[in-house]
Each structure stands twice: as C-alpha cells, then as structure tokens.
C-alpha cells in the first residue's frame, strides 16, 4: 500500500500512534483514519502483536545486568597532544634549515685543490 493516503495518515503516523508518540490532535486523525480503513487497522493490529512478541522474548533480557568483561574494556589510546606536534614541526624545519644552510656553504665555495684552474 502507499506509503501516503488520501487524507494525509502515513505509515510512520501509524507507527507513531502504534508506539503512544502522537499528540491528541493526531492521534484522533488516524483513529479517525482507521475507522474507515479496516485494512490498515490490521496492518496495525499485526504489528501490536510483534511488538508484544518481542517484548514477551526479549524484556528478560533487557533486564540482564552487563556481563563484567563489558566493565573492563581498555581504554583509548591517548590523543597526542597538539603542542607536540608543533614541537616536532619546529624541530624538523630547524634541523632542515640547518642543512640546507650547511650544504650550501659547502656548495657556493670551490674546492682549494681546483682554484688554481679556475684563477686567470
């Protein structure tokens, strides 16, 4: 069936007034809804049985205390922290500066062994 009737009354309407969650003004247009519509008053009525179905099965164990390993789960890694990461930032740009300015000295001076073939 269409998920939107004629007169507005949706499944997730039915629903809402299977689970209690309409206000007054609502829950009195689908049971108005459902005086007319039979078929959807036994789409309703199968779903309040599988709805007590579940709770008749499943209530018990709702009401289970946790087992204790679920107490003892590990706890999260620790974050790190945001001023270490600019601390190793800081570290790396000082330590490739530094080479680069040691490599380039190196680089911008000829070797003495060749300065004489360079000289006029």
């Known amino acids: ?47 309040r049985a599988q709805q007590a179905a579940l709770h008749h099965r499943f209530d018990a164990v709702l009401a289970e205390p946790l087992p204790a390993a679920l107490g003892r789960l590990p706890a999260p890694p620790p ?4 001023w270490r990461l600019a601390t190793m930032l800081v570290l790396a740009a000082v330590l490739a500066g ?6 380039g000295r190196h680089q911008a001076q000829p070797a003495p062994a060749l300065a004489h073939l360079v000289a006029p």
Do not use: C, F, N, T
Request: cysteine-free; overall charge negative.
């Open 98 to 103: 530094g080479l680069g300015w040691v490599l």
């Open 1 to 47: 069936m269409s998920d939107e009737r004629k007169d507005g009354i949706q499944d997730a309407d039915l629903h809402a007034y299977l689970d209690g969650e309409l206000d007054a003004d609502r829950r009195l247009a689908v049971e108005a809804h459902l005086a007319r519509h039979p078929s959807d008053r036994a789409r309703l009525e199968s779903w």
């Open 79 to 82: 974050r790190p922290r945001p």
